[in-house]
């Protein structure tokens, strides 16, 4: 065997061992700016799903959760304001929100998987602002036609008490519901979506 071939064959054996620890140095100097481009566990905590107990939570009470950054609205409603819902629908935008966001499970008059239980984010459809929650019915300011629900205070939007929008205010849609399932009758989880055969609404 000549030294030539003696030469090329080590120097295949080198340039190979080069390229080899090459791509393996690349790949370490790599994982530091690799790293550094995952959001933090506080960016990953925002946009996780959030659990919510409501065992405590009576009728008529609203009670207020964070999720993502935006108010979470949970309120339960009484068997009378559930009745009621039917007859608003000839003052409202989109009574059977076809126009508006909300999770399959909870396309129903309602606006809910179960109906006593309406969840939504508190954010006026129309500008950004937060709506006032007002149970009562028939107040002098907001007419006889009223039978509670959200107000926003910001430019005289109204919603009922599952977030329809009524006809003749800047909103232009139904209050967004976000995506929620039951994980227990008292347990609710918001950011993780219910299957539609769930609701009984």
């Known amino acids: 065997m000549s030294d030539d071939a003696v030469d090329t064959k080590r120097r295949r054996m080198l340039t190979t061992a080069m390229t080899v620890v090459g791509a393996v140095g690349a790949g370490f100097a790599s994982v530091p700016f690799l790293s550094a481009m995952e959001p933090s566990a506080k ?5 996780a799903p959030i659990e919510v107990d409501i065992s405590k939570l009576e009728v008529g009470q609203l009670i207020r959760v964070e999720w993502r950054g935006k108010p979470i609205w949970l309120h339960k409603r009484s068997q009378e304001s559930l009745e009621s819902l039917s007859s608003l629908e000839g003052f409202l935008k989109d009574p059977n929100s076809d ?3 909300q999770p399959a499970s909870a396309k ?4 809910a998987i179960k109906p006593e239980i309406f969840l939504a984010i508190g954010i006026c459809t129309h500008l950004g602002c937060s709506p006032t929650y007002r149970p009562e019915v028939a107040p002098k ?13 910001c430019h005289g939007s109204r919603f009922d008490l599952a977030g329809r929008v009524y006809k003749g205010v800047p909103a232009p849609t139904n209050l967004e519901i976000p995506p929620y399932k039951y994980l227990t009758d008292t347990r609710i989880l918001v950011g993780k979506e219910q299957a539609k055969e769930v609701s009984n609404a």
Do not use: H, V
């Open 108 to 111: 129903n008059r309602a606006r």
């Open 43 to 47: 960016t990953k905590a925002a946009g």
């Open 141 to 153: 300011d907001l007419g006889k036609n009223w039978k509670g629900g959200f107000f926003c205070p």
């Open 99 to 101: 126009e508006s966001t």
